[in-house]
């Protein structure tokens, strides 16, 4: 085939290419990128980032209900951005069934996060063509954290918000005129709105004219023209500082859950070094040659044009900071890389990417060595043995760009090792920034998308397992709803938790179902920082108390070993849970003294029973004879006299005891046990911190009418 044939058969599909304006390719992204996370969303089947998921979940559907924020039927006005819950409303205004809604929330994610695409476009846009600007679009919606939106996480709406930001703000840098710079406050405003994080957009938009100014070496004179933006900031800051003085509040009120995490202490040294480590892993997450393109550029900017200087000045200004804010919370906090909170920087290096390739691979040779080198070797400083492996699994939610390296490490490549298999990936993609040819510069943004699927790929696999498993700890109904299709999802539901139980018991439930409101602790606190109540038995009566004062709901929620007074009405047969149509006001049947959380006895516990009319109760027993291999011997006592016994041996499948109940003037019934011999687990198991003196365990209590 002669070159001229070549040329025609090519010739073609790219004039067809270019005959299709821009803005309909950008739709196009947007619109493949929805359906793709709409087909991800599919696959996750319940919220496993507990609580967060669950907070926001419940902010949209009392937002949907009543027009307001309520949290376990507590108002959470301040206390959580008001734009997402917004966002997710209309999921749960719309179906009745959470199933539907939960659908219908994540597909509104999936465009709410596409949407990137746009400003990402247009940020790229004032400094390109058309074709490199879509790519950088396209980037910018295929990245590993567009998997969010599987997630009813902020990060699906800050994603977008922070782009727009910074696109706004290099317009403001670029002509700061009143009109544009008072858009940018608004969206900074908009923008902590949905994540008290934006709050570092404020010291970005006062640091990036400074470096602007640098850049461009016009000293105060090139300052003097962003008196507007100064002007406005502080009018602006005036003013919301007096709106609060007024109202009786501080600045430090708006950061509403997160207002502690401002007035701990913080270590500079510690800051500094995770601030090494969050940008080694962002480097990796990145690809390398993103990351590299964007410090060389950033090394040109006095030698580039205007819009690209402006665009840099914005994009090292929030970077820096960024990096800063999220070190300094993890560096007292979190104790981990934080990339969830730090991915919203991705789409700037992806247009550095498109921009240097764009002007044809400018490869000054000392900054294009320095830019390879720091770019290359950074990986090096990731604490890979510290942030993988057993016992961090948080990385699976939190630091997307090490899941494609935890892989590596399931494939054979040791831990201690595995920062050498990363060196190599990161030095090879270094090699590829600093020396592919010109001609062949369009292949980078073609690598990074590959190996951005391939980090997705790993990403997904573990999100679906964490989905399905966080679904099979807290419900194992067919239905996911199956507490509002039992009552009906305007009904009144409480939830009372039990230390016997794992807490996604209640959480997935209340996810799943309206009608599960307020939350109780019938023992110790539920480990997730939500509102709940804790409860107490009257031991004269089995009334719950809450506050000293009687509990009223119709229907409960409750482990089934819980014994609630009422009517069980379903069942999660599996996960031991069940609706009760509750006698009101709430009340037990029966209380134990004597029984830990873990089912183990003390050597001797009791039983007392409530309106109690006779009958006999059935003790559900197990010995454990890795504990103590010698029979047991539970005795039996109910009003003094010894009314019965049993003699427990390893040998004993399921053993019992049961014991009649005689109720005295009172209307209880109370058995006394006594459990010979006990054991202490620290005395008789090497390694065992366990100092309780233990007698047998006891599994329940089965009530016998007369």
């Given at each position: ?628 291999a010698a029979p047991q011997r539970i005795v039996a006592r109910a009003g003094g006299s010894r009314d019965a016994e049993r003699t427990v041996t390893a040998r004993d499948v399921d053993p019992t005891l049961e014991v009649p109940l005689r109720p005295n003037p009172g209307g209880r019934c109370e058995v006394r046990f006594v459990v010979t011999p006990t054991a202490v687990p620290a005395e008789v198991r090497p390694g065992s911190e366990d100092t309780r003196r233990l007698g047998i365990r006891v599994l329940g209590f ?5």
């Amino acid at each position: 085939m002669s070159s001229l044939t070549v040329q025609a058969v090519l010739g073609r599909p790219l004039t067809l290419v270019r005959a299709v304006p821009a803005w309909a390719w950008l739709v196009g992204i947007v619109v493949l990128s929805c359906a793709a996370r709409y087909a991800f969303g599919r696959r996750i089947v319940a919220p496993w980032i507990m609580v967060d998921e669950l907070v926001y979940a419940e902010l949209a559907k009392s937002l949907a209900a009543t027009g307001e924020l309520w949290l376990r039927e507590i108002r959470a006005r301040g206390a959580f951005g008001v734009v997402y819950p917004l966002v997710l409303a209309p999921a749960y205004l719309v179906h009745e069934s959470v199933p539907s809604a939960y659908a219908l929330a994540k597909t509104i994610n999936g465009f709410v996060f596409s949407l990137a695409a746009v400003p990402t476009y247009f940020l790229a846009r004032r400094m390109v063509a058309p074709g490199p600007a879509l790519a950088a679009a396209l980037l910018a919606v295929i990245v590993p954290g567009s998997l969010y939106s599987g997630m009813l996480m902020t990060e699906n709406v800050f994603y977008p918000l922070v782009v727009t930001a910074v696109l706004v703000l290099v317009l403001a840098l670029e002509r700061p005129t009143p009109l544009r710079v008072a858009l940018l406050l608004g969206l900074v405003a908009v923008a902590f709105a949905a994540r008290v994080q934006a709050v570092v957009l404020v010291p970005a938009v006062l640091t990036a004219p400074l470096l602007l100014v640098a850049a461009e070496r016009s000293g105060l004179r090139g300052l003097a023209r962003f008196r507007w933006l100064y002007a406005l900031s502080a009018a602006a800051a005036l003013a919301v500082v007096a709106v609060l003085a007024v109202r009786g509040r501080t600045p430090l009120d708006l950061l509403g859950v997160y207002r502690g995490v401002s007035e701990q202490p913080y270590e500079p040294v510690e800051i500094a070094r995770w601030a090494l480590y969050h940008v080694a892993e962002l480097d990796l997450a990145l690809g390398v040659a993103p990351f590299a393109a964007f410090l060389l550029l950033a090394s040109l900017a006095p030698r580039l044009g205007a819009r690209e200087r402006a665009f840099l000045a914005a994009s090292v200004a929030l970077s820096i900071w960024m990096v800063v804010q999220v070190a300094a919370f993890a560096s007292r906090y979190a104790l981990r890389i934080e990339e969830r909170n730090l991915f919203h920087l991705f789409p700037l290096f992806l247009v550095a990417l498109v921009v240097w390739v764009d002007r044809g691979l400018p490869r000054p040779r000392v900054r294009t060595a320095v830019a390879a080198v720091v770019a290359g070797a950074l990986p090096l400083l990731v604490p890979f043995d510290r942030l993988l492996g057993p016992g961090n699994v948080s990385a699976t939610s939190d630091t997307f760009g090490l899941l494609l390296w935890w892989d590596v490490w399931e494939w054979g490549v040791p831990l201690e090792w595995l920062w050498l298999a990363a060196l190599a990936v990161s030095v090879a993609l270094a090699l590829v920034f600093a020396l592919l040819p010109r001609r062949l510069g369009v292949l980078l943004p073609v690598l990074v998308a590959a190996f951005f699927v391939l980090s997705a790929y790993s990403v997904e696999h573990r999100i679906r397992t964490a989905s399905i498993g966080h679904l099979y700890q807290g419900i194992t109904h067919p239905q996911r709803d199956w507490v509002d299709r039992a009552v009906g999802a305007d009904a009144d539901v409480a939830a009372l938790w039990t230390a016997r139980r794992d807490w996604l018991t209640v959480l997935q439930n209340e996810f799943f179902s309206r009608s599960v409101g307020r939350v109780y602790a019938l023992d110790g606190v539920m480990p997730t920082g939500l509102p709940q109540t804790p409860l107490e038995a009257d031991p004269e009566t089995g009334r719950l108390l809450a506050g000293g004062g009687p509990v009223e709901h119709r229907y409960a929620l409750v482990d089934e070993n819980v014994p609630l007074a009422g009517t069980v009405v379903a069942r999660d047969r599996v996960k031991g849970m069940a609706v009760v149509e509750a006698d009101r006001p709430l009340r037990l049947e029966h209380l134990t003294d004597g029984i830990y959380a873990d089912a183990w006895s003390e050597p001797s516990f009791t039983y007392r029973r409530f309106e109690c009319e006779g009958g006999s109760v059935r003790v559900l027993l197990e010995k454990d004879a890795n504990l103590l291999a010698a029979p047991q011997r539970i005795v039996a006592r109910a009003g003094g006299s010894r009314d019965a016994e049993r003699t427990v041996t390893a040998r004993d499948v399921d053993p019992t005891l049961e014991v009649p109940l005689r109720p005295n003037p009172g209307g209880r019934c109370e058995v006394r046990f006594v459990v010979t011999p006990t054991a202490v687990p620290a005395e008789v198991r090497p390694g065992s911190e366990d100092t309780r003196r233990l007698g047998i365990r006891v599994l329940g209590f089965e009530y016998r009418s007369p």
